[in-house]
């Protein structure tokens, strides 16, 4: 599996026939296509699983037959639209929901859960690929995410669907923070982090703004934790940033060069939530705009990135 430079693609990039700005509302029939192509090409297609007997061609029809079930429940409809009657051929009723259903949440529900499909089998059956099966299920979703950047979908699967807002913020810090949260101590602030995405993806951004602060404060008392530092479960971020500072995880000198650090810690990430989304409404209507979500998550995940590196820093 490759993404070819061919003539026609060339040319569209001499002329600035590009996608230069993510869009979320809309995925260009090409890339249905092409994610279908992806899909075949790693976990076979329906002819091939009537010429072949093994468990693991089965195995990815019935996983098919479960991703297509798990559609219809949630989405409330007994056939996957455009398909109008009940048949048993839940890979092309999938594969017709990719390619022509118009609600975009919906089509990259399908989308996450392919992926996840192509982790979990192809990394435990290497019928496809007789080596290496487990770097071809890493290609494949590579390919996806590359696909999908290349057409100006704001969206990358890593381990779910999330939103992209800018290629170099999402590759510095939002995927680094995932990395690192993948730690097994870190379970409880890498859910509130991904919550806070699924939020933001959604458009709800006061509970966005509300999880990324539930993630900062929850990645701070697991280094206090894993380190035996004092300090009570209840505090809030303004003391766990002190207990921080008091055990040294910031050294000295840079107390003395960053001295902003500290108020940047304490009012980037949970003033929004305090003002904005935690708290009652009151008479008016509160909202938290986009830029404003984008901003706290994007500094959530450069946070997290910089107190988990620092501790494991410390000797």
């Known amino acids: 599996m490759s993404i070819f430079s061919t003539f026609w693609q060339r040319q569209k990039e001499i002329r600035g026939d590009v996608p230069d700005v993510y869009s979320y509302d809309e995925i260009p029939d090409p890339l249905r296509v092409q994610i279908v192509h992806i899909a075949t090409e790693v976990l076979g297609s329906r002819e091939e699983f009537s010429n072949r007997y093994s468990t ?3 195995n990815v029809q019935r996983a098919y037959g479960l991703i297509v079930d798990v559609l219809r429940k949630e989405f409330g409809v007994f056939q996957l639209p455009p398909t109008s009657s009940r048949h048993e051929d839940k890979q092309k009723e999938l594969f017709d929901f990719v390619l022509m259903e118009q609600d975009v949440e919906k089509v990259l529900s ?3 859960l392919i992926c996840r499909l192509i982790e979990n089998f192809v990394s435990k059956h290497s019928y496809r690929y007789d080596n290496n099966s ?14 999908m950047k290349a057409a100006g979908l704001g969206y990358e699967y890593d381990g779910e669907i999330i939103r992209v807002d800018t290629e170099l913020v999402h590759a510095e810090a939002v995927k680094p923070a995932l990395e690192l949260l993948r730690e097994k101590r870190y379970a409880g602030p890498e859910q509130e982090f991904r919550t806070a995405y699924e939020h933001y993806r959604k458009g709800k951004n006061k509970e966005a703004v ?13 280094i206090l934790a894993k380190r035996g530092w004092t300090h009570n479960t209840t505090d809030p971020a303004s003391k766990l940033i002190a207990a921080l500072y008091e055990h040294k995880l910031i050294p000295d000198y840079w107390q003395n060069t960053l ?14 939530r305090n003002k904005s989304s935690a708290h009652g409404q009151g008479v008016d209507l509160t909202t938290v705009p986009d830029h404003i979500a984008s901003y706290v998550l994007h500094m959530t995940a450069s946070t997290i990135v910089f107190l988990v590196k620092a501790e494991q820093a410390l000797t």
Do not use: Q, W, Y
């Open 56 to 58: 693991g061609h089965e």
């Open 210 to 222: 509300t999880e990324a602060a539930k993630s900062f404060e929850s990645t701070m008392k697991v």
């Open 259 to 272: 001295t902003g650090l500290r108020t940047l810690l304490e009012s980037a990430i949970p003033t929004p």
């Open 110 to 112: 399908a989308v996450e």
């Open 134 to 147: 487990e770097s071809s299920a890493k290609d494949a979703i590579a390919e996806i995410n590359a696909r």
